[in-house]
C-alpha cells in the first residue's frame, strides 16, 4: 500500500481518530484502496469526517466514549 497516493486531508483525519486509524489499518490493501477513492472526491471537512466515523460507527451509532476525552476526569475519586 503506498499511502503517498492518500489525500492529505484524508490523512489527517483518519490520524486525528484513534479508533478509525485501528480500523483502516485492519483493513485489506484493496479496502483501503476503495476507502481511499470515496475520499478523494471530497472537498469539505464535513464530508471527510463522515467517511472517518463511518469506520467508527457500529450499528449506527459513534463510539461514545471517545466524543469527549475531558470526560475520562469525570467521576468519583479513587481516594
Same mark, same amino acid.
Given at each position: 500500500m503506498d499511502y503517498n497516493n492518500m489525500p492529505l486531508? %484524508?490523512? %489527517?483525519?483518519?490520524t486525528s481518530n484513534r479508533m478509525a486509524m485501528d480500523r483502516f489499518i485492519d483493513m485489506t490493501?484493496? !479496502?483501503k484502496n476503495e476507502f481511499i477513492e470515496?475520499?478523494?472526491g471530497m472537498m469539505s471537512r464535513d464530508e471527510i469526517d463522515d467517511l472517518v466515523n463511518s469506520l467508527v460507527k457500529e450499528d449506527?451509532?459513534?463510539?461514545v466514549h %471517545? !466524543?469527549?476525552v475531558k470526560d475520562i476526569f469525570n467521576g468519583p475519586s479513587i481516594g
Open positions: 486531508n %484524508l490523512g %489527517l483525519a483518519i490493501d484493496d !479496502e470515496r475520499g478523494r449506527g451509532k459513534p463510539d %471517545l !466524543e469527549n
